[in-house]
RNA sequence: GCGCCCGUAGCUCAGCUGGAUAGAGCAACUGCCUUCUAAGCAGUGGGUCAAUGGUUCGAAUCCAUUCGGGCGUGCCA
């Protein structure tokens, strides 16, 4: 990576500046300091604000101890660098320093930005979301989180991390039975065994039961489970639950999947952790007992979550004798950890932030480490139109549900508006916007970025008209020699942009903001894999939609300042270099994102 | 009441491990298509960074308090 290079550089300056005795009291080189974009272009490329940092330490005038830095520091390698009060350090990129680091995002191609997995230790994440119930479709909630938790997933992956992830399916407990008693009335109402006005008040809505629950589909499998033998007015309230459920996430599973979320394991509640013989609630429920964690009141056993930093006790047994939520959730994360992860992420729904201190309890509770667990939240999502907040009633056949929103907006949209956001805000979708196919709308103007650049090649390296002739003339370039160019020229030529930018010679003039977009273009094209690692790092997969939409803006601004086609060999060399780094770049971040990036549009 | 999250341009948001004049996009106004996609580019106007106090050479950024909004505060999940 670039910032490691010019880092390790002013690094060794430093150390040499102690050894020589010239930088004060400081006694040891700083272990990390920022390599900061210059605001201002006028600046220089990059700037080091360290001096500043050092002066307490050093006790220091900072201008001197930069002056100091920049006379130890081997300059050559990057450029050049002046001091500006207070102490910056700013850096000027020579173009053999740029094309260096260049060159790789031709040589990489769409592995350029995948971080190496060698340097990463404690490498290995689980990451949980969505988890939604199989009781219902999806809502706009769990679009969001299954959006962000794909997107991190990936970022993840890209940034060198073993990602493994996971859908948690609460499939036991109170919320199955609520279900079979739903689907069993609503079968019998389209069975007429019963009437519309017997279906329970405090069932799920009858409209979302018979949205799976069809007849021609519930009466195939109950005749085959019962060999033909289906008595509607004595139906199992267990089997058309079984049904519902399985109907559930036999949805849940494809609109996940039209949306580009998919999952490494679906756990099941039941089958993993409820088992007769193999009880995992009943176990951790032991341990606990054993830790001397559990005590007993009013009939409930309760786990002495206060102790381990929650506001109060939590229930785990209550009197009735049912586990709560809690308890399976206690043994699914110990589950987790007997897995071997590094590292745990949970995303959760943000009105679910209240369960955060039971479960850290009650990992520290049975000696597991709550540090290896983070928990991410995201805030609701509202739908906008033109403006006006639109309420999300079912009834009046508003957008609720993930793929009815996936129908009205497409994937990409869809996709794009909410990694665009932050977890920890809400959220407001705006459907007009999200709809607009011009510049308005970012998921286009990054699109049409990325097939302007391929349409460049389409006609460098196809037959041409011409217009004044009306005559067909042969390609600028043929396929064979636009191939060598991508395959081999650009990935081994390290003078291409100096020659074109930077000779006097140059018969075509280019004036100092077109250069001035080239190198700012360039630079962000290179510090893709710093941007991956600085956005994997926080979690915030949103900082590579901020970056495509940096990119984007700079390429069109490129675009429409440098000519490709009907330019002189070396400049249309250089400006197609960059044209198609460009394209590589959009294309992996759009990639990692889950969005398409087409060639044509 | 208490806990968590949020408050930056008219709107949607970047910037938040302190650094140089606070940035985009939308909306408003003005230019640019005989040349690789105008689904684009260039330009103009727009700000007490919710408020107050503190720390600092330096605060939108850190700390404290206040105000405003959301969520949570079950023997629900």
């Given at each position: 990576?670039?910032?490691?290079?010019?880092?390790?550089?002013?690094?060794?300056?430093?150390?040499?500046?102690?050894?020589?005795?010239?930088?004060?009291?400081?006694?040891?080189?700083?272990?990390?300091?920022?390599?900061?974009?210059?605001?201002?272009?006028?600046?220089?490329?990059?700037?080091?604000?360290?001096?500043?940092?050092?002066?307490?330490?050093?006790?220091?005038?900072?201008?001197?101890?930069?002056?100091?830095?920049?006379?130890?520091?081997?300059?050559?390698?990057i450029g050049s660098v002046t001091v500006v009060p207070p102490g910056f350090i700013n850096i000027i990129f020579d173009w053999d320093f740029l094309e260096a680091n260049f060159v790789e995002i031709h040589s990489m191609k769409d592995s350029f930005g995948k971080l190496d997995k060698s340097q990463r230790s404690k490498n290995k994440i689980l990451i949980e979301y969505v988890s939604a119930n199989p009781t219902g479709?999806?809502?706009?909630?769990?679009?969001?989180?299954?959006?962000?938790?794909?997107?991190?997933?990936?970022?993840?992956?890209?940034?060198?991390?073993?990602?493994?992830?996971?859908?948690?399916?609460?499939?036991?407990?109170?919320?199955?039975?609520?279900?079979?008693?739903?689907?069993?009335?609503?079968?019998?109402?389209?069975?007429?065994?019963?009437?519309?006005?017997?279906?329970?008040?405090?069932?799920?809505?009858?409209?979302?039961?018979?949205?799976?629950?069809?007849?021609?589909?519930?009466?195939?499998?109950?005749?085959?489970?019962?060999?033909?033998?289906?008595?509607?007015?004595?139906?199992?309230?267990?089997?058309?639950?079984?049904?519902?459920?399985?109907?559930?996430?036999?949805?849940?599973?494809?609109?996940?999947?039209?949306?580009?979320?998919?999952?490494?394991?679906?756990?099941?509640?039941?089958?993993?952790?409820?088992?007769?013989?193999?009880?995992?609630?009943?176990?951790?429920?032991?341990?606990?007992?054993?830790?001397?964690?559990?005590?007993?009141?009013?009939?409930?056993?309760?786990?002495?979550?206060?102790?381990?930093?929650?506001?109060?006790?939590?229930?785990?047994?209550?009197?009735?004798?049912?586990?709560?939520?809690?308890?399976?959730?206690?043994?699914?994360?110990?589950?987790?950890?007997?897995?071997?992860?590094?590292?745990?992420?949970?995303?959760?729904?943000?009105?679910?932030?209240?369960?955060?201190?039971?479960?850290?309890?009650?990992?520290?509770?049975?000696?597991?480490?709550?540090?290896?667990?983070?928990?991410?939240?995201?805030?609701?999502?509202?739908?906008?139109?033109?403006?006006?907040?639109?309420?999300?009633?079912?009834?009046?056949?508003?957008?609720?549900?993930?793929?009815?929103?996936?129908?009205?907006?497409?994937?990409?949209?869809?996709?794009?508006?909410?990694?665009?956001?932050?977890?920890?805000?809400?959220?407001?979708?705006?459907?007009?916007?999200?709809?607009?196919?011009?510049?308005?709308?970012?998921?286009?103007?990054?699109?049409?970025?990325?097939?302007?650049?391929?349409?460049?090649?389409?006609?460098?390296?196809?037959?041409?008209?011409?217009?004044?002739?009306?005559?067909?003339?042969?390609?600028?370039?043929?396929?064979?020699?636009?191939?060598?160019?991508?395959?081999?020229?650009?990935?081994?030529?390290?003078?291409?942009?100096?020659?074109?930018?930077?000779?006097?010679?140059?018969?075509?003039?280019?004036?100092?903001?077109?250069?001035?977009?080239?190198?700012?273009?360039?630079?962000?094209?290179?510090?893709?894999?710093?941007?991956?690692?600085?956005?994997?790092?926080?979690?915030?997969?949103?900082?590579?939609?901020?970056?495509?939409?940096?990119?984007?803006?700079?390429?069109?601004?490129?675009?429409?300042?440098?000519?490709?086609?009907?330019?002189?060999?070396?400049?249309?060399?250089?400006?197609?270099?960059?044209?198609?780094?460009?394209?590589?770049?959009?294309?992996?971040?759009?990639?990692?994102?889950?969005?398409?990036?087409?060639?044509?549009?």
């Amino acid at each position: 990576m670039l910032k490691d290079k010019v880092i390790d550089l002013f690094k060794d300056a430093i150390a040499k500046a102690i050894e020589a005795g010239e930088l004060g009291k400081l006694e040891k080189v700083p272990s990390q300091f920022e390599l900061d974009k210059c605001k201002n272009p006028d600046h220089g490329d990059r700037a080091i604000s360290v001096a500043m940092k050092l002066a307490r330490e050093a006790k220091m005038a900072p201008i001197k101890i930069a002056e100091t830095i920049v006379k130890h520091l081997d300059y050559k390698q990057i450029g050049s660098v002046t001091v500006v009060p207070p102490g910056f350090i700013n850096i000027i990129f020579d173009w053999d320093f740029l094309e260096a680091n260049f060159v790789e995002i031709h040589s990489m191609k769409d592995s350029f930005g995948k971080l190496d997995k060698s340097q990463r230790s404690k490498n290995k994440i689980l990451i949980e979301y969505v988890s939604a119930n199989p009781t219902g479709n999806l809502h706009l909630g769990h679009g969001r989180q299954a959006v962000l938790g794909s997107a991190l997933a990936s970022l993840l992956e890209w940034a060198g991390y073993d990602v493994f992830s996971e859908f948690y399916i609460n499939d036991a407990g109170v919320q199955i039975d609520k279900l079979s008693v739903s689907a069993k009335a609503a079968i019998q109402i389209q069975e007429a065994v019963i009437s519309k006005e017997q279906y329970p008040d405090d069932a799920y809505p009858f409209e979302s039961m018979i949205e799976i629950l069809k007849p021609e589909i519930y009466q195939g499998i109950l005749s085959e489970k019962l060999q033909g033998k289906i008595d509607y007015k004595n139906l199992d309230e267990k089997l058309a639950g079984e049904i519902a459920k399985n109907l559930f996430i036999e949805l849940q599973t494809k609109v996940l999947q039209d949306i580009e979320v998919v999952f490494d394991n679906w756990f099941s509640e039941k089958e993993n952790l409820h088992q007769a013989e193999n009880n995992k609630v009943l176990e951790i429920c032991g341990i606990l007992e054993k830790n001397g964690n559990l005590y007993e009141q009013e009939g409930a056993l309760w786990f002495k979550a206060k102790h381990f930093g929650d506001e109060r006790d939590r229930v785990i047994q209550k009197s009735q004798g049912v586990y709560t939520y809690l308890a399976a959730d206690i043994a699914y994360h110990k589950n987790k950890y007997d897995r071997g992860f590094d590292k745990l992420i949970n995303i959760w729904g943000g009105d679910h932030h209240g369960q955060e201190p039971g479960i850290r309890g009650a990992i520290k509770a049975i000696n597991y480490d709550p540090d290896r667990l983070e928990l991410i939240f995201i805030q609701m999502v509202s739908l906008q139109k033109n403006g006006v907040e639109v309420k999300m009633s079912k009834r009046k056949g508003d957008i609720v549900n993930v793929d009815e929103l996936m129908e009205e907006v497409g994937k990409d949209a869809l996709r794009f508006f909410i990694v665009d956001s932050q977890a920890n805000n809400r959220m407001v979708f705006d459907l007009e916007l999200a709809k607009k196919q011009d510049k308005d709308n970012p998921v286009y103007y990054i699109q049409y970025a990325h097939a302007r650049a391929a349409s460049i090649l389409r006609n460098l390296s196809s037959k041409r008209i011409n217009i004044e002739s009306s005559k067909e003339e042969k390609a600028i370039i043929s396929e064979s020699g636009l191939k060598q160019l991508l395959e081999q020229d650009f990935c081994s030529a390290k003078s291409i942009l100096g020659r074109a930018f930077n000779d006097e010679e140059q018969e075509e003039k280019i004036d100092s903001d077109q250069l001035q977009t080239i190198r700012t273009l360039i630079l962000e094209l290179i510090d893709f894999p710093e941007a991956v690692l600085d956005a994997a790092e926080i979690r915030a997969p949103y900082k590579i939609s901020v970056y495509l939409k940096n990119i984007a803006s700079l390429f069109h601004q490129f675009y429409n300042e440098n000519r490709v086609i009907g330019v002189s060999e070396e400049l249309m060399q250089a400006r197609l270099s960059i044209a198609v780094a460009s394209k590589i770049v959009i294309a992996n971040a759009l990639n990692l994102l889950g969005i398409s990036a087409p060639e044509k549009m």
